[in-house]
């Protein structure tokens, strides 16, 4: 078996050779294929760690190769890229276990991003559970871990690419920090805890439903955060510190801040996140 760190599937020889010289100069071993048939061989007798791979492929479709990569022993973190009907492929992705998904034109910075997270996550990456995938309706069993919650937001920024930059910008925030809250405090970054999120969208509203596996939390006990301080007091910084807690503390103010409505449920192990549209 031979082993190299990447495959780069792309029918299109310029984005092909783009991609393979872009992830070579950061010193990554790449091969390329053309084709599905040619992935699909090279995949079989390779050991790669993260594949590449373009949906609209000759030969072999991008998604058919996604299936059969889930069968074998060690299979890749596969992150998928397309052009074309971007939600849709992005949900059949999703329902095909992809690591992640990039939307062409690809960033160079993200792209990096991608699979540089892909290769620091190790083989042991959890499997995040499709409970619906339609566009206006998306649930999701989630890990605790924060390369779930990483992956979780990049499918879901893709299910708000019609909106205007500036509310995608915010509601993207919001989702994370809700998101991050119930894997963190909720689950304990424990993998074998799951978040229930859902995402459900209507003509004028957006929703997110996050459902966290902890015993649920009090306000009035939330002295690392920033929700009770006066503007410009930073004491909770002081406290977060002390506890050994990252910098921050200001993840509720900005949901808040964000939000239109933003409800918890009585043991507030649960929270609806509402955007109107209008």
Known sequence: MNHSDLLVVDDDDATRTGLRQLLANEGFTVEVARD????????????????LLDVRLPKIGGLEILARCGGKWRPPKVVVMTGADTTEVMLDALRRHAYDFLAKPIEPSRLIE????????????????????????????????????????????QLETDLPAETRDSVGLAFRELLLNGIEWGGQLN????????????????????????????????????????????????????????????????????????????????????????
């Open 36 to 51: 599905g048939a040619e992935a699909m061989e090279k995949i079989s007798s390779h050991d790669f760690r993260v594949v």
């Open 114 to 157: 991608v699979v540089t997270r892909a290769f620091s996550a190790g083989s042991g990456v959890t499997t995040i559970e499709v409970i619906s995938a339609r566009a206006d309706w998306v649930e999701l069993l989630v890990p605790c871990t924060r390369d779930a919650a990483d992956r979780i937001q990049s499918f879901v920024q």
């Open 191 to 278: 993998p074998a805890k799951k978040v229930r999120v859902a995402c459900l969208r209507t003509r004028r509203m957006l929703l997110y439903r996050i459902a966290d596996p902890g015993l649920g939390f009090n306000f009035d006990d939330l002295s690392h955060a920033a929700i009770h301080s006066a503007p410009g007091d930073i004491a909770h910084d002081d406290v977060r510190h002390e506890k050994g807690l990252r910098p921050g503390g200001f993840g509720l103010v900005l949901i808040r801040a964000i939000a239109d409505e933003l409800i918890y449920n009585e043991r507030q192990n649960e929270v609806v996140f509402v955007k109107y549209l209008d």
